[in-house]
């Protein structure tokens, strides 16, 4: 229990750190920041109910206006803006991704969690940030889905290092990826 309290808190602060390297804002008002990868490794690391209370501690703590979110942003606020798809996407997009990744427990690690990244932290993500940003910027889903394909290279990009960092941190400290234990 302990354990599990101590790595929730310890992924919420990686995807706190994840936003302090530079982001790169694009046209729509969404930046382009590594903190996606973090919501991904949330999931392919500590599963799928662990990744999710991981992102909403993270969550919780924005809310209350700590500014960690890509950019310095933080507070109630940042949810009613562009992002709000995003954000709300956030712990769905880490439940899919580590429930994805504890049941193809047949592929190699690596494999299986670029998998559920991929699904989860890209797809599952984007269908959450879609609408959002189209309701936020008066955009037709179509157009809005538009905006988003300079993201897709990087987020799969992200996708492929969350996998590869799950394995490597399986092949250091295999008792570290919960995904691939019993809850």
């Known amino acids: 229990m302990e354990r599990n309290f101590v790595l929730i808190v310890l992924y919420a602060a990686l995807i706190a750190a994840l936003g302090l390297v530079p982001q790169i804002m694009l046209m729509t008002g969404v930046p382009i920041s590594a903190q996606s990868l973090g919501v991904m490794l949330c999931g392919t690391v500590l599963g799928a109910r662990r990744g999710a209370l991981a992102v909403l501690l993270f969550l919780a703590l924005v809310a209350l206006g700590l500014p960690l979110l890509a950019g310095g942003r933080g ?15 956030f712990p769905i997009a880490a439940f899919v991704t580590g429930w994805i990744t504890e049941r193809l427990t047949r592929l190699p690690l690596a494999l299986a969690a670029g998998i ?3 699904v989860g932290g ?18 037709t889903l179509p157009e809005a889905t538009l905006l988003i394909t300079p993201f897709i290279p990087g987020d799969l990009i992200k996708a492929a290092v969350a996998g590869m960092v799950t394995a490597a941190i399986a092949r250091a400290r295999p008792q ?5 234990k019993s809850a």
């Open 122 to 139: 890209f797809l599952v993500l984007n269908l959450c940030g879609i609408p959002g940003m189209a309701w936020k910027l008066g955009k």
């Open 116 to 118: 559920g990244a991929a």
């Open 75 to 89: 507070g109630i606020g940042v949810f009613a803006g562009v992002t709000i798809g995003y954000l709300i996407g």
């Open 176 to 180: 570290m990826v919960l995904s691939r």
